[in-house]
């Protein structure tokens, strides 16, 4: 991955090889750092490593306000030049970051969208997809989403070898390589196996699950543009992406009752707090209840 600015480099690599990020991950890092540079270049002219003080990181911040990045893009930036400088010092090449004094902007509070229920179930049951092998692509990208709560990158790279028919269950390769293991339903598995059955007439295909009528694996803007396509016929919500998909497994699980430790299990979270959004729509549930069923309600 080759970049305008030689100092990120070595710092694509070390995520690359050594983090073991995924290319997703890794575009998003070099995009931020791009920018961060181009600025300073263009403001400032070329600076040394030493010489990029927390003044300077400011600038660059205060010029992301202004052009109205909202608080949550801000902070992802933030976060990228904090690894990117925690590098550069691990290497030697700085002997303090710039980072210790920037203090990031409040993220505004915003409650995850999800598809209800009854619009799942339009979707899985009412929703003619094309009876060809893009249809039964796409409705099985829909249930694996949905079923299992998978980020984006993970349905991609799923491999028909995740699958485990014997304990009715997937292994997914989830953020800095960690795996784990999600339960699936007997309809489910089915559908796997039924999808694998008819790709094996593609002729030779990749090793992911997922593979277009070529035999090539999903890329990224098709599975959005599918998932978008499909979503548009059952709500109206404002997000309608992989992601929603992700937000609605894990809001349907909390609302019927799943234990939230076991929720950020099943999706991954490396901790609780991450988890804690989805139970929003289970208090606003139980007050619901509350106000239509208590005498003083």
Do not use: C
């Given at each position: 991955?080759q970049?305008?600015h030689?100092?990120?480099?070595s710092f694509l690599?070390?995520?690359k ?12 890092y ?31 911040l205060a ?13 992802r ?11 550069q010092?691990?290497?030697g090449l ?10 990031a ?14 619009d799942i179930?339009?979707l ?19 249930l ?9 990158s ?10 485990n ?8 390769l ?5 795996e784990?293991i999600?339960p699936?339903?007997?309809?489910l598995l089915k ?7 008819e790709?094996?007439g ?7 699950l ?7 694996s ?5 599975v ?5 396509k499909y979503?548009t016929l ?13 937000h ?5 699980l909390t609302?019927n009752?799943?234990?939230l ?15 804690q959004?989805?139970?929003h729509?289970?208090?606003a ?8 069923f208590?005498p003083?309600?």
């Amino acid at each position: 991955m080759q970049t305008s600015h030689p100092v990120i480099q070595s710092f694509l690599e070390y995520l690359k090889f050594e983090k073991r990020y995924s290319q997703h991950t890794i575009v998003s890092y070099q995009t931020d750092l791009t920018s961060f540079f181009d600025y300073l270049v263009m403001e400032y002219g070329p600076t040394p490593l030493a010489q990029i003080t927390h003044s300077l990181v400011r600038s660059w911040l205060a010029s992301l306000k202004e052009a109205e990045l909202t608080a949550k893009s801000i902070n992802r930036k933030i976060s990228t030049l904090r690894s990117f400088f925690k590098y550069q010092m691990k290497l030697g090449l700085i002997e303090q970051t710039p980072m210790a004094k920037i203090v990031a902007p409040k993220n505004e509070k915003r409650l995850p969208q999800f598809v209800a229920d009854k619009d799942i179930h339009t979707l899985f049951n009412h929703v003619e997809f094309s009876d060809d092998w893009k249809g039964r692509t796409e409705r099985l990208l829909l249930l694996l989403l949905y079923n299992t709560g998978m980020r984006l990158s993970e349905v991609v790279s799923l491999k028909e070898t995740n699958i485990n028919s014997a304990s009715h269950s997937l292994k997914v390769l989830g953020k800095g390589n960690k795996e784990r293991i999600i339960p699936i339903s007997d309809a489910l598995l089915k559908d796997i196996a039924a999808y694998i059955k008819e790709k094996k007439g593609l002729g030779e295909a990749s090793e992911t699950l997922l593979v277009t009528e070529k035999g090539l694996s999903l890329a990224h803007r098709s599975v959005y543009t599918s998932v978008k396509k499909y979503l548009t016929l059952v709500t109206t919500i404002e997000k309608r992406s992989p992601h929603v998909l992700r937000h609605s497994f894990a809001t349907h699980l909390t609302n019927n009752g799943a234990e939230l430790n076991a929720v950020k299990e099943l999706l991954g979270h490396s901790s609780l707090a991450a988890t804690q959004v989805y139970t929003h729509n289970t208090i606003a549930k139980l007050k619901n209840v509350h106000k239509n069923f208590h005498p003083k309600g």
